[in-house]
């Protein structure tokens, strides 16, 4: 009977699996560390805040994030990623130019624009332009956003160029940083309170003069 029961035992101890089994989800614990970057800036969210945010003990927050630089950087290196690729297939080649920008600054507004709460702008250039000043690394992972930016309406650009919707002599990298521009404009008039209808507007202009010049 004894050696039953250790058999049982050890069969149960076999089956169960070994490890502390993970409490959280990674993705939806950044997700919510950004919201909380977003909303008060990366020197004024503290540690508690963020495991308040994340529903995660500090200690759980080191073990899956390390330290609040590191966090911010993961949460930085994220938003960049994400919108991106957003950018790069709204950017795809089977819409004309003017309506492919158009689709990239109107989904910016609706990031801009949560729905819920006030305006709250583009999350790098809220946060990462002031961060960046003294943390050489955020400044690294922000500047490295900013050019692949740069790179994707640049790349949209050439791609016209090499097909002949747009003359041979169209300087696409600096009219990308022209759509950046509007991109940027865009999300701090947001912050500042600029009504959405305006910026709607002002998109479309900004449109309008770069594939003209473009032309």
């Given amino acids: 009977m004894i050696i039953c029961e250790m058999v049982q035992k050890t069969s149960r101890a076999a089956a169960r699996p070994r490890g502390r089994p993970r409490a959280y989800d990674p993705a939806t614990a950044l997700a919510r560390a950004t919201e909380a970057f977003w909303k ?74 949560p729905g819920k709460g006030p305006p709250r702008g583009c999350f790098a250039i809220g946060t990462a332009a002031t961060a960046a000043v003294d943390d050489p690394l955020i400044r690294a992972v922000f500047a490295q956003g900013l050019r692949k930016l740069d790179e994707g309406f640049a790349a949209r650009i050439r791609a016209d160029r090499e097909s002949g919707k747009l003359p041979g002599g169209a300087d696409a990298d600096t009219l990308a940083v022209l759509a950046s521009a509007t991109l940027h404009t865009l999300a701090l008039r947001a912050r500042a309170g600029t009504p959405r209808a305006e910026l709607e507007e002002m998109a479309r202009k900004a449109v309008g003069i770069l594939c003209r010049t473009a032309a």
Avoid: H
Avoid at 50 to 67: E, I, K, Q, V, W
Avoid at 72 to 98: N, S, V
């Fill in 40 to 113: 008060s800036g990366y020197a004024a969210t503290s540690l508690d805040e963020l495991a308040a945010a994340t529903r995660m003990n500090r200690p759980s927050l080191y073990t899956a994030f390390g330290d609040k630089q590191s966090l911010y950087l993961q949460a930085l290196e994220r938003y960049w990623t994400t919108g991106l690729e957003r950018m790069r297939e709204m950017l795809a080649c089977d819409r004309p130019l003017p309506e492919a920008l158009l689709r990239v600054y109107q989904a910016a507004l609706d990031i801009y624009f």
